[in-house]
């Protein structure tokens, strides 16, 4: 499945069960492991799991595959790993905590305001991704000092 019809399946999915603040950060050349991350809110533990499992189920109608959903337990922070896009659904509270956004500050973040624009605004750029970026130069000394 296209990445940016991926993305729309999983932004419709969580704006079907009023999940709001909705994100979709661009991570190409952040890192190598997925390309976008969509962070959305909920308000509580039965929401978050909710809508995950609307997540789970409107991917996997659209033909694409769940890898994996972590956190339904507690409920407080759920995890669906759809391969090249991360979706954290997190209640208020836990998201103004961890602040996603700022840890990855490098990324491009879109606000979501309404689905139909969500294909224009996560274009995929044209440029190849990045190496993985090479380690600081404090980091480097201690490694060779203990080799």
Do not use: C
């Amino acid at each position: 499945m296209k990445l940016d019809k991926l993305v729309k399946i999983a932004v419709t999915a969580l704006e079907d069960v009023k999940a709001h603040d909705i994100t979709v950060l661009n991570v190409i050349g952040a890192t190598t492991l997925f390309d976008r991350m969509v962070i959305a809110s909920a308000d509580s533990t039965r929401q978050t799991r909710a809508l995950a499992n609307n997540v789970q189920d409107k991917v996997r109608s659209g033909g694409g595959a769940v890898y994996g959903i972590e956190g339904g337990e507690t409920g407080e922070w759920v995890l669906v790993d759809l391969g090249d896009v991360l979706v954290h659904i997190m209640q208020t509270s836990v998201r103004a905590h961890y602040n996603l956004e700022e840890l990855w500050a490098g990324s491009v973040a879109e606000q979501v305001d309404m689905i139909t624009t969500v294909a224009s605004k996560i274009k995929s750029p044209a440029r190849p991704r990045k190496s993985p970026t090479k380690l600081p130069a404090v980091a480097r000394r201690t490694k060779s000092k203990s080799s």
